[in-house]
């Protein structure tokens, strides 16, 4: 009597030849890559847009750490865009003096009445914190975020978390950075930037603060100057 034939167990539906595997993974990666390079470039591209004339608001916001930002801030406070104006990020011991002496142009006192200089963050989400409560103390139900271009959109971002209710405009600064697109410090720039907005949107950094508090205590803004921003 003829021996029966062999028992064979059908491999498993997710055991696929290390070769195929090996593809899709390739793919993947690939798709992957292809995804962020064109998300670079929109970013970029995003960043340099000039602003758009805004309706009146309640207050402007001016987060430190780059070229132009405290000027404009203050250019659109004089001509009425916003009845008054928190420059946040500012160094610990400057005053309203300081800027007085510091900035190009000067800066009728009436204006430096309608200004609080915030001096706690010194990060993004900082700027988010410390504008909340400005936004809160001066009943403020629409606000005006002036920043650089490449910054606008992860500080609006982490500012709307933290003041979901109040309407928010973005005022970009185009950066100087930016007008040599191929440097390495601007190529280094937008791509940190680009990551730390699509963290920004996982609100990765939010989730991990209690670490980053523990492990890092020092000044986080980049580049930024002791008074001016």
Known sequence: MAAPPAMTHPPHGNDRPPARRRRLLATGVLATILAWMAGLAWFTRDAMRAPIRLPHADGIVALTGGQGRIDESLRLLAQGDADRLLISGVAPHAT????????????PLTLWTRT?????????????DETAA???????????????????????????????????????????????????????????????????????ARLTRPLHGLINHTDTRPDAPPVMG
């Open 116 to 128: 609080t200089l915030g001096h706690s963050a010194t990060s993004t989400l900082g700027n988010a």
């Open 134 to 204: 400005w936004v809160q103390a001066y009943h403020i139900r629409s606000l005006v975020v002036v920043t650089a271009g490449y910054h606008i959109r992860r500080a609006m971002l982490e500012i709307s978390r933290t003041v979901p209710d109040v309407r928010l405009y973005g005022y970009p600064i185009r950066s100087p950075a930016l007008r040599h697109l191929l440097h390495p410090a601007t190529m280094r720039l937008m791509v940190t930037e680009y990551d730390k907005w699509l963290l920004a949107c996982l609100n990765v």
């Open 96 to 107: 309203l003096g300081d800027f007085l002496r510091h900035l190009p142009q000067p800066v």
